[in-house]
Every structure is written in structure tokens, then in C-alpha cells.
T-cell receptor, first 112, second 111 residues
Framework: DSGVTQTPKHLITATGQRVTLRCSPR?????VYWYQQSLDQGLQFLIQ???????AKGNILERFSAQQFPDLHSELNLSSLELGDSALYFC???????????FGPGTRLTVT | AQSVSQHNHHVILSEAASLELGCNYS??????LFWYVQYPGQHLQLLLK??????LVKGIKGFEAEFIKSKFSFNLRKPSVQWSDTAEYFC?????????FGAGTTVTVRA
């Protein structure tokens, strides 16, 4: 158990819909990273937050957005969903001054 | 259940030394295998991946990995490391529906 939690574990929804994925970092970790793993590709970095502020942005679509709240949990919002958005979505957290990311178990999103 | 084990927690090397990081997995079916690198303060980047075919996979920055199916292993190697290889290295395994990460290995290269 990495200490990073993600909900829900599985999500099935229809095209055009909007979903919210939630991530709670390990206690004391200020940074949250979001990644997408689709089909047979490697992880794609989406976005990073540090203590409530956006720190870095990767290959995140305009239909996607994220935020980090004062209690440091983060939400990834996916809207106008398309079939190609079906993927595993991971978050990871890291403590200031330390090296290693700790991964949550992921949310499996299926868009039908 | 699917799982990934990285044998080394922290590896300290001198520049020009060779590096080998162990990764073993448990899963009964077909897997996709990945090695990722995380430089300090950055997000994960893909070093290399194995889906099928030649079990010796070459990646970026001079890294390679060998898939040995009989040993359920996918060890990462680099013949001569540089100071800039100081980073965290993660092995990951993707089964049918799940992606699992190893705990990571911290590699420190001393100049």
C-alpha cells in the first residue's frame, strides 16, 4: 500500500459525459502528479500540482482539467468524453525534498 | 495477483560504472513491461518498453532491458553511467487490466 488513494477504482460512462477522478496523496506530500495509461502505451504525464498550484503541464487535453484543494487532495475532471479517453488514470505524490513518487492504484475509466 | 518487485532500493555508483537494476513480476498471462525514469522534481519519463518480439529492448539514453520469460524478469542495464543518470527508476508491468509499479530504485551516480 503506497498510501496514495484514488477513487473510484472503476468508472463506466458514456460518450459526451463528464467525470471526476479523485486522488488523495500520502500524508505530508504536497505534490500530486496525474498520468494517463491507455491501450499499449506508456504513461503519459498530464499535469502536476504543488501545494494547490499548477506546477507543470504535460499532454493534457483542453477537455481535461485538474485542481488541488487546500487539504491537498486533487481532482481530475474529464469532460465531453470520447471513446479514446478510456484508460487507466494514475496519480502519484511526492514529498518536498525527497526523490520518489508513490503511485495510487489507479482509476480505470471506460467510455462506451 | 499481479505484482512487481524491484530488488534494489538504493544503488550508488561511480561514473563510467555499469548499472543493472533487477525487476521481477508475477502474472500468469501476457504482459507489457516498462521502465520509467524520474529525475529530481520531474514527472516520469519512459525509458523503454517491451510488448513482444526481440526480448532485448533498447531504450533512450543508452539503456537496455532484457525480458527473460522463464525468470519473469525484466532487468534494466546501462554499460557506463553518467552523473546525469542520477534518478529514480521504476519498473512497471501491465497485465490485462492493471498497471503495477515496483517500489522504485534510487540511483546515485558520483562524479
Amino acid at each position: 500500500d503506497s498510501g496514495v488513494t484514488q477513487t473510484p477504482k472503476h468508472l463506466i460512462t458514456a460518450t459526451g459525459q463528464r467525470v471526476t477522478l479523485r486522488c488523495s496523496p500520502r500524508s505530508g506530500d504536497l505534490s500530486v502528479y496525474w498520468y494517463q495509461q491507455s491501450l499499449d502505451q506508456g504513461l503519459q504525464f498530464l499535469i502536476q500540482y504543488y501545494n494547490g498550484e499548477e506546477r507543470a503541464k504535460g499532454n493534457i487535453l483542453e477537455r481535461f482539467s485538474a485542481q488541488q484543494f487546500p487539504d491537498l487532495h486533487s481532482e481530475l475532471n474529464l469532460s465531453s468524453l470520447e471513446l479514446g479517453d478510456s484508460a487507466l488514470y494514475f496519480c502519484a505524490s511526492i514529498r518536498p525534498g525527497l526523490f520518489k513518487q508513490y503511485f495510487g492504484p489507479g482509476t480505470r475509466l471506460t467510455v462506451t | 495477483a499481479q505484482s512487481v518487485s524491484q530488488h534494489n532500493h538504493h544503488v550508488i555508483l561511480s561514473e563510467a560504472a555499469s548499472l543493472e537494476l533487477g525487476c521481477n513480476y508475477s502474472y500468469g498471462g501476457t504482459v507489457n513491461l516498462f521502465w520509467y525514469v524520474q529525475y529530481p522534481g520531474q514527472h516520469l519519463q519512459l525509458l523503454l518498453k517491451y510488448f513482444s518480439g526481440d526480448p532485448l529492448v533498447k531504450g533512450i539514453k543508452g539503456f537496455e532491458a532484457e525480458f527473460i520469460k522463464s525468470k519473469f524478469s525484466f532487468n534494466l542495464r546501462k554499460p557506463s553511467v553518467q552523473w546525469s543518470d542520477t534518478a529514480e527508476y521504476f519498473c512497471a508491468v501491465k497485465g490485462d487490466y492493471k498497471l503495477s509499479f515496483g517500489a522504485g530504485t534510487t540511483v546515485t551516480v558520483r562524479a
